[in-house]
């Protein structure tokens, strides 16, 4: 008992201060939360505590003791961790529940192998898609706090900070590479080939997309990128939709569903991705100018559609007029892209992919878990 308690005040500790990180939300809090409340109660319990056996186990409990080290510090490591344990505003576990109620909405197959039986289903899931619904969420958390490390080079030696800064990148280095570890040691014991093959492809989809963002996190990069939408689709689908269409379609496989219900799966995470990412990067152009002060990625997609409607010339053009002594005016340089059509051309994409999702799970008996997925697909194309 003492040693769960020696734990536990670890993760309250991490669990203290601003509640700031969104994974997976960024819709309208109380109708997003109403979706995933229903949704939660559909597949058996809240999976806010999915990955409660990972957090109390004695690896993570020493990894715990030493990020305790970075109270007080500005390491993001510090931020991910409290996300990662609790949100008041967000359902951090998306992706397992998504797969949960995939796995739900398809029910038993009707080749259902001999290992199989419905009656190991605890609320029409079986205990093996609960396990990859776990692994899901495992494999974003880590590469979540991988990409928390700071660029040391904007630190120097005679900064205080510079120390609490490398062990903080250590911490994430580690933390990260235990959540992976844990993730592939769940998936051998899946003992499914190709389910093995489905969720490692999508962690060689995760490395290969962040690879191709982080150049687009330097502003002087984005003055000379000329990345076109079917570009940046592809990009983000490995970035942000790989792992989730994926794991949808391994959650067929471990049911022994054909190859037509996992494709159906497989279209369902990816569109819901897409619309998901593109409803992201719309929040700064839709929401109230009052609210606070403007940011946004210079490759978010209503900036790639802004680019390739006024061509690359004047967008470098209107890029150094929204400049101020080499910083860029973010609230200027929004009411120059929404005086043309790439807002509204990505609500249409986004409701583009919200539409095919929807269409993907038409073919699933109608039941309480397909209405959910429906209302999650619905949701995401609200702004």
């Not at 004695?58 to 715990?64: F, G, I």
């Amino acid at each position: 008992m003492t040693v769960i308690w020696s734990r536990l005040s670890c993760i309250v500790l991490l669990n203290r201060g601003q509640r700031n990180i969104s994974l997976f939300s960024n819709t309208t809090p109380s109708n997003w939360n109403k979706v995933v409340s229903d949704a939660e109660k559909i597949v058996g319990y809240p999976t806010s505590f999915m990955s409660l056996r990972c957090l109390l186990s004695d690896e993570l409990s020493n990894v715990a003791m030493h990020v305790r080290k970075l109270v007080g510090t500005k390491h993001p490591l510090l931020n991910t961790a409290r996300g990662f344990v609790y949100d008041s505003r967000n359902n951090l576990q998306m992706r397992g529940l998504v797969v949960l109620l995939m796995s739900k909405a398809a029910g038993p197959s009707q080749h259902t192998a001999s290992d199989l039986v419905p009656q190991d289903m605890v609320s029409g899931i079986y205990p093996s898609q609960r396990n990859l619904a776990e692994i899901t969420e495992l494999i974003h958390t880590a590469f979540l706090v991988h990409r928390g490390i700071v660029n040391l080079k904007e630190w120097t030696n005679s900064d205080g900070p510079l120390k609490d800064m490398q062990f903080g990148n250590k911490m994430a280095v580690l933390s990260g590479d235990f959540l992976l570890a844990n993730a592939c040691t769940g998936l051998a014991q899946l003992n499914n080939t190709k389910v093995v093959e489905l969720i490692s492809s999508a962690i060689g989809d995760l490395v290969q997309g962040i690879y191709h963002e982080m150049p687009n996190s330097l502003e002087d990069k984005s003055l000379t990128d000329d990345i076109n939408m079917v570009t940046w689709e592809e990009q983000r689908f490995l970035s942000h939709g790989a792992l989730l269409a994926k794991s949808c379609q391994a959650a067929m496989e471990l049911a022994k569903h054909d190859k037509d219900a996992q494709g159906l799966a497989y279209k369902y995470g990816k569109h819901l991705s897409l619309g998901h990412k593109l409803n992201s990067d719309l929040q700064p152009f839709v929401k109230n100018s009052s609210a606070g002060p403007v940011t946004f990625s210079l490759n978010s997609a209503p900036v790639v559609f802004h680019r390739q409607i006024v061509g690359q010339e004047r967008w470098r053009y209107q890029l150094q007029q929204a400049k101020t002594i080499g910083t860029i005016d973010y609230t200027k340089l929004r009411s120059m892209i929404k005086l043309e059509e790439g807002v509204t051309s990505t609500m249409d994409l986004c409701r583009y992919h919200g539409n095919k999702a929807l269409e993907s799970i038409q073919c699933f008996p109608s039941s309480e878990a397909r209405s959910a997925l429906e209302n999650i697909a619905s949701t995401v194309t609200k702004f």
